[in-house]
């Protein structure tokens, strides 16, 4: 409004000067333009030319002056002027006025905004301080958060350790057991468990021992015994409790066919850690199927099956081989069964051989002395040979059939084998004593020098004793062995015999008699297997008996043909003694006699056998007596016929003294 | 590690007997093994086997004595008679003489084993039934004079299952005296036994089980 009244004014003036050409403040551009040519008509150009309508400034000034220029007289327009410079005075005045208010506002405005600068500063300074006092805080505060953090984190660990390395309350609870003392699943987790643990920290020990630095280190060491004492604590326990758990369960195990149940074979797969606890729960078992093998035993042997079916096994004690083969099966299949439980027992286990055969061992150690007791009774007990023999050989199969079953140490096994050395001493004690039966009664051999009874009854003895090594099983070593023994038990003593028997007979008798009895010793012993070289050396015994014979039947036939002494000085004699048949009792009659006696003998030879070749039961020997014989008898002929053709022995015709040449007579005897 | 197969609730005790050659060994062996055993060797004595089977979903342990066929051994083999629950008494089908031996075979399980004992008549080697020598309704009027029931089949597996079937069954139905097994038998069958004879005729050679 102001600026507004202002250009109103300035406009008016302008008009005012130009209109009277009255020229001071302001002068336009244009005016002073005007002055170069004709101020006067420029200004009245100007003038003229401005059209009112366009200038608006000119009408808004117009407008204003209308206001106040009400009466226009002379007196108004001189008036004009002053009016108008009093109107802007006035105007101006109030500008003053009201710009001074506006100043003074402005003024308070700068106080104000002067204090709220100064008030800043001071805040900002204020903040400065707080910020440096409270840097300290916040550092502080980051560490404190840092630590927390840390702190976390490590509770985090430990959380996770302590779970690792702590057992849980119903951990511990079922460790510790239920009052009735059963064992569950669990106790065997917890169990495994505390081992887990305890090995962990073993495992933390060594690896602390590579990293941790040697404070830390011993901390962690302190740390870890003591975890490791306790769980070791907790583990004792456990196991002691598992060891009495296993130990009544092993107990109980006396049943025919035992129940070996799962947990129990869980309980000894645990019970491994601790070898000696380990033993002693297997010695429990064992002692506990001891006691009920030996039951076993003794029901089989007294009471038999169920009503009495079948029989108890003593009811056939007078049978001994059904006797001891009865107990024997029975030991045979009662160790095989005990074999399976203990193994049924360990399957969870990873125990050895060695460990199952202790255990077997000490399972069927119980029924040895019960077993052994009646064994014994039975072999000394009995007198035949051929039934100890069975019952050896029944021995040495059980022994092989048990021995597959338990090892060589096992007490049965040694049992068996102490029987077994007591049935073979008795066997060679009864084979002995047969021997010397034989020796002490020797009976005279029969008039037809055919064996003597005992000779006969040795044999079949004998014939029965091999017919049951024959059918027995036993390795091929001991069964020769054996062989070598029982012949020279049996044949020596039998050869023994029949010297002694034949004692008292003439060279002839007794030479057919002991081909005789080696002959039938002969034809019993080539059945059989290992008897080569005892053969042979019958064989031997019996050609010295046979060339014996031999020369008896020939030298026989030529005293019979009154030709012995012919013969005999024919061999001795010398040429220096002069011709043959100048020899007392050489001359040609008496040869010729001979001679005549020998061709009805050629005749028939049979008629000159001697009786005791013809007593000979092998056909073989007999006609091997008679050929060996004739060709002795041959040869004698051959030398005879020989020297008697000799023409320096002086015969006079020998032709008609021996008439056979030695090819004939061959021919003739054979 | 299962435990299984250890937890068995009976122990039946069996026996094979017959002639030598019949293939004892080898139907033990197809049994146990599920395998058959060309050129088996002689039985020495008696050998044996376990098989744990399951019945009824009872499982039973089966003990099994083979014994040798050969005569020699028949004084050992008598002495496993004792406790068997079940006899199983093996005839060569292509050879007679077998099948004629079964009457003494026969009577040595009946004298030798409890009165209870099941007797299972088998007739081996199905297979060669070209050779055949004995017929098989010879064989099951055989096992019927013995008050056996008969059947066929070509399966060990089969014979032994249903042959312990059929003795559960007759435990179920309290046919069979568990109190008198408890009573006094020494053999660990906590068995019962029961007359029951079966007819089986398993193949030897080439088993297909």
């Not at chain 1, 130009?18 to 101020?39: A, F």
């Not at chain 1, 008699?513 to 010793?521: A, E, G, Q, S, W």
């Not at chain 1, 001979?594 to 007999?622: E, H, N």
Request: charged fraction near 25%.
């Amino acid at each position: 409004m102001f600026v507004k009244d202002g250009t109103y004014a300035k406009h008016l003036f302008d008009t005012e000067a130009s209109i009277k050409m009255v020229d001071k403040e302001p002068i336009d551009v244009s005016s002073s333009g005007s002055q170069t040519t004709n101020p006067l008509s420029r200004k009245l150009n100007k003038i003229l030319e401005s059209r009112l309508d366009n200038d608006k400034d000119m009408l808004e000034a117009l407008k204003a002056l209308s206001t106040f220029f009400s009466e226009n007289s002379l007196r108004t327009r001189r008036n004009l002027r002053s009016d108008i410079e009093r109107r802007s005075l006035a105007i101006n005045e109030d500008f003053i006025e009201a710009f001074q208010s506006v100043k003074e506002q402005l003024d308070s405005v700068y106080d104000d905004v002067k204090s709220m600068n100064e008030c800043c500063q001071d805040m900002t300074n204020r903040l400065k301080v707080a910020k440096e006092q409270t840097h300290d805080l916040i550092n502080q505060t980051t560490k404190l958060q840092n630590e927390s953090q840390a702190l976390q984190m490590k509770a985090q660990v430990a959380d996770v350790f302590l779970e690792k390395f702590q057992l849980k309350p119903d951990e511990v609870k079922s460790l510790r057991g239920t009052r009735d003392g059963t064992l569950h699943e669990k106790f065997f987790q917890s169990l495994e468990r505390v081992k887990q643990i305890h090995n962990d920290c073993k495992v933390l020990l060594r690896t602390n021992q590579q990293t941790a630095g040697i404070s830390i280190f011993m901390q962690s060491v302190v740390f870890s015994l003591e975890i490791m004492e306790s769980m070791a604590l907790h583990q004792e326990s456990a196991y002691e409790r598992l060891y009495r758990w296993t130990q009544n369960e092993c107990r109980t195990l006396t049943a025919d066919a035992p129940d070996v149940s799962f947990v129990l074979c869980q309980a000894i797969e645990a019970l491994q850690d601790r070898p000696v606890l380990f033993r002693y729960s297997l010695d429990e078992f064992g002692t506990a199927r001891r006691t009920a093998v030996v039951r076993g035993l003794i029901d089989a042997l007294t009471r038999g099956g169920p009503g009495g079916t079948p029989r108890p096994i003593e009811l056939h004690s007078h049978d001994p081989l059904r006797y001891v083969g009865d107990m024997l099966a029975w030991l045979h299949q009662a160790t095989a069964s005990e074999k399976e439980h203990l193994q049924s027992l360990l399957k969870r286990c990873s125990a050895n051989d060695e460990q199952i055969q202790d255990v077997l061992g000490h399972i069927t150690e119980g029924v040895c002395r019960p077993f052994k007791v009646r064994v014994e009774q039975v072999l000394v007990s009995e007198q035949d040979a051929v039934t100890l023999y069975k019952l050896h050989n029944l021995l040495m199969f059980y022994h092989n059939t048990i021995g597959q079953i338990v090892c060589k140490e096992a007490a049965l096994l040694a049992t068996i084998r102490e029987i077994q050395n007591l049935s073979h001493r008795m066997f060679f004690n009864s084979l002995n004593c047969n021997a010397t039966k034989l020796l002490d009664k020797v009976e005279l051999p029969p008039g037809d020098l055919g064996p003597t009874e005992s000779l006969n009854k040795t044999l079949q003895l004998l014939r029965d004793v091999l017919a049951c090594q024959e059918a027995s099983v036993v390795a091929f070593d001991d069964k020769k062995q054996d062989f070598k023994q029982i012949l020279s038990c049996v044949v020596d003593p039998l050869l023994q015999m029949c010297s002694v028997s034949a004692s008292r007979l003439n060279s002839t008798d007794m030479a057919a008699y002991m081909i005789n009895c080696i002959y039938l010793m002969q034809t019993t012993l080539s059945l059989y297997e290992f008897t080569d070289t005892r053969l042979e050396m019958l064989q031997a015994q019996m050609d010295a008996h046979i060339d014996t014979l031999v020369s008896e039947q020939a030298s026989f036939v030529l005293n019979r043909a009154n030709l012995a002494q012919v013969y005999g000085t024919i061999q001795q004699h010398q040429p220096k003694q002069g011709a043959l048949s100048s020899i007392q009792g050489m001359d040609s009659q008496t040869v010729k006699t001979a001679m005549t006696k020998f061709d009805s003998y050629l005749a028939s030879p049979d008629t000159l056998i001697l009786p005791q070749c013809s007593l000979i039961l092998s056909g073989r020997v007999r006609d091997s007596v008679k050929k060996n014989s004739v060709e002795l008898i041959c040869e004698a002929y051959k030398h005879m016929f020989e020297a008697i053709n000799k023409p320096a022995n002086e015969y006079k015709d020998p032709q008609s003294i021996v008439p056979r040449t030695p090819d004939q007579v061959v021919k003739l005897l054979s | 590690m299962a435990a299984g197969p250890y937890n068995y609730s009976y122990i039946f005790k069996y026996i094979i007997i017959g002639d030598m050659g019949v293939g004892k060994s080898c139907l033990l062996h197809q049994f146990t093994e599920k395998k058959f055993m060309a050129d088996c060797p002689h039985t020495i004595g008696v050998e044996f086997g376990t098989r744990i089977i399951e019945v009824s979903g009872q499982k039973i342990k089966l003990q099994i004595w083979d014994t040798a066929g050969q005569e020699r051994f028949r004084a050992v083999t008598r002495s496993y008679y004792r406790g068997a629950a079940g006899a199983l008494m093996v005839y060569d089908i292509t050879r007679r003489s077998t099948y004629n031996h079964l009457s003494s075979w026969l009577t040595d399980a009946r004298n030798l084993t409890n009165p209870n004992t099941v007797i299972f008549l088998i007739g081996n080697k199905s297979d060669l039934e070209a050779q055949r020598d004995v017929t098989y309704e010879e064989a099951k009027q055989f096992a019927d004079e013995n008050e056996c029931s008969a059947k066929t089949g070509d399966n060990v597996e089969d014979a032994f299952l249903d042959t312990a079937k059929k003795i559960y069954q007759n435990i179920q139905d309290g046919s069979l005296d568990l109190n008198a097994a408890e009573s006094g038998v020494q053999h660990k069958p906590a068995t019962p036994r029961n007359p029951l004879n079966t007819d089986q005729t398993p193949s030897k050679e080439g088993c297909a089980c």
